[in-house]
């Protein structure tokens, strides 16, 4: 398991965010995937998110870690926790197929698309 959905996140929290979370909590240059399903034409998140971790240790880690310890400011008074997952799509090739033959890739705006790298 490389890939985790992460659910409940805030609304507030974009790709852009959740990248500054990762890499702040040491998690920089061990994930190759992240994307943060957003409404198109508000920018909004949807309080979820999949990220591809580069090795299946680096996702235990980051499993355990969350466990621990709080993630983008979650939970929000009286908000849910943060759940994280197994995604049912896993690795970055698998992922970046997906994305590819989903009806959401032909989004204009940068902010919305998944980072890949």
Known sequence: ???????NLPARVDRARLIQ???AVGFAEHYD??????DFSTGKAHGIAFVNF?????????YAWNGSRRFCQQP????PPLIVLKAKVQGLQANLRNWKASRVRRVKNKNLLPFVG
């Open 54 to 62: 580069s090795t299946p240790e680096w996702a235990d880690q980051f």
């Open 33 to 38: 995937f992240c994307y943060v399903p957003s």
């Open 76 to 79: 929000p008074p009286g908000g």
């Open 1 to 7: 398991v490389t890939t985790l959905m992460l659910r």
């Open 21 to 23: 979370e990762l890499d």
